[in-house]
Structure formats: structure tokens, C-alpha cells
């Protein structure tokens, strides 16, 4: 999803951290294998090879003390509360070390050889998913909302953020924003971590408890460059984008993408349609 970053210390530590990885978790680095990052580095992936068959190790850096929290946690805390009926990878393994300065967190699990529906997170031309793979989406989606969050787990977003955001970016949307349904969500639900034409659904370190409808909401606006498809993510998911709460969600993940555009070429592009959506979303 991101570049390789473009500081060579950064990129070289990186390296070496995932040979350390792999070396601890008995695997090696795949030949000709593409590497995935992180934002401005801070994790690495690439497909490995293990006595077993072939696996898909990610490395996960941070600065000594600053090790911790959602994201870091979120994969080993995701394998652990989900059922394993939802279509996804299963982790293996995972060690954590520190070295100069940093922390690192490996995480090594299965590899899914489905590609990914778009290389970036917004729909940019149409695919032929069949209806099976909508109605997996479906169910896979209601059983992470119906699944109790884990004890402590953060949320996706917070009632101050969304508070603050929908005004500073949408304006006075003519309704309380108070969210009064949370449930558990992905969190990151778009295409570039959706596969086809077999779905999995990846990246699970940003799950946690989010305004109900958050899913969906935030696949649509991801959606939208691609209308007949869009139109499809709003019929798989009527019964809830119709409600007052999945009307929220929608309000919320339009600020919350609108904020991105400020920050990377990727919702910059994407602004111009959430902005059109938002005021048919009002005029509604």
C-alpha cells in the first residue's frame, strides 16, 4: 500500500530486522519476493518460504518505549477473539525483541495467494466478483460485529474524535453525533485488503470497537469511483446503511477520509467524491 521509504536508514534497519525475524521464526526470505511497507516504513512484509510450505512474515518496528498499544498488539489480540469461520490469515508465530534503540514485533502467517481486489485502497476499475463472494463479505462482516470485544482493546475511533471531525470537515450535518451503538469492526475495510476471487480479508491490526455500520460505510466510500459496484456495496449492506446509526458511520468515515486528503495523493483523489456523496447524503 505504501512506498518503500526513501531514507536508506530506514530501509536498511528494516532489512535487518526481518532477517533477525526470520532467523527466529525458522523461515527464509522467498526468491524474487515483493516487499509490502508500512507507513514511512514502520513495518515490512514479504512472503518466506518454512519446513511447512509457504508463510508471510511482517515485521513491525517502533522506538524502544513505544512499543505496545493497538496497532502493535492488534494481529496476535484479532487471532485470539475472532471466529475462525471469518476469511482471513491465521498467525502462526510471532517473537518480539528489541534492538539499538527500537523494538520489533514479528509476525509470521499463513499466505494467501489470492490476489488483492485493488493495489490501492480506493476501487479504481470494476471486477467481476460474484455473488458468492458478496454474501461471504456479508456474513464475515456480521460475525465481527456480533463478536464481543476483547477486554481492553482500544477503540477504532473515539466519540471526541468524531465530535470534532464531522463538524471541522463536513459542517453542521443536522444531527446529534453521538454514537449510541458500538460494535466491533476491521477498522481498515477496503480494497486493497480484500482479495478475489477467493476473499480473505487482511491487516486485522486496527480492529476494535467502532461506531455500528463502520465497515460498510468506509468499503462504500472506497467504492465510489466505481458506481455499479458501489451501488452493489450499498445493496449487500441496505440493512444497515439505511439506519440512522449506519447514516453516522457514513458522516464519520466522509470526515475521517477527508482529513487523509490533506496527508497523501491516495484521498486527495478520492475528496471530490466523498464531498459529492456528503451532500446527497444531507439532501436525504
Not at 215 to 222: E, G, P, R
Request: aromatic letters at 8%; a negative charge; glycine letters at 8%.
Amino acid at each position: 500500500m505504501f512506498s518503500e521509504p526513501d531514507d536508506p536508514d530506514v530501509r536498511e534497519r528494516m532489512h535487518a530486522a526481518f532477517a533477525d525475524a526470520a532467523n527466529r521464526l525458522g523461515c527464509a526470505s522467498a526468491d524474487g519476493a515483493t516487499e509490502a511497507w508500512g507507513h514511512d516504513g514502520r513495518t515490512i512484509g514479504a512472503p518466506v518460504t518454512t519446513p511447512h510450505g509457504n508463510a508471510w512474515l511482517r515485521v513491525l518496528e517502533a522506538p524502544v518505549g513505544g512499543e505496545g498499544g493497538k496497532l502493535w498488539t492488534g494481529t496476535e489480540e484479532a487471532a485470539a477473539t475472532l471466529p475462525t469461520e471469518i476469511p482471513r490469515p491465521r498467525l502462526l508465530e510471532s517473537a518480539d525483541w528489541v534492538g539499538v534503540g527500537y523494538a520489533y514485533r514479528a509476525e509470521l502467517s499463513t499466505y494467501i495467494s489470492a490476489p488483492v481486489c485493488s493495489p490501492t485502497p480506493d476501487l479504481t476499475e470494476h471486477i467481476p466478483l460474484p455473488d458468492a463472494w458478496w454474501s461471504r463479505l456479508q456474513r464475515a462482516t456480521n460475525a465481527v460485529a456480533t463478536t464481543p470485544a476483547p477486554d481492553n482493546r482500544q477503540r477504532v475511533i473515539t466519540q471526541d474524535y468524531i465530535h470534532r471531525t464531522i463538524p471541522q470537515y463536513l459542517g453542521d450535518v443536522g444531527i446529534d453525533t453521538t454514537v449510541r451503538r458500538w460494535t466491533l469492526a476491521h477498522g481498515d475495510l477496503h480494497w486493497a485488503n480484500l482479495t478475489w476471487p477467493e476473499l480473505n480479508i487482511l491487516d486485522w491490526e486496527g480492529f476494535g470497537l467502532a461506531p455500528y455500520g463502520f465497515d460498510a460505510a468506509h468499503l462504500y466510500a472506497y467504492t465510489l469511483p466505481v458506481a455499479e459496484l458501489a451501488k452493489r456495496v450499498r445493496t449487500t449492506f441496505a440493512g444497515i446503511l439505511a439506519t440512522p446509526e449506519g447514516r453516522l458511520a457514513e458522516l464519520t468515515v466522509a470526515a475521517i477520509l477527508l482529513q487523509a486528503a490533506d496527508r497523501d495523493p491516495v484521498h486527495a483523489r478520492l475528496a471530490p467524491r466523498i464531498r459529492e456523496f456528503v451532500r446527497r447524503l444531507r439532501a436525504r
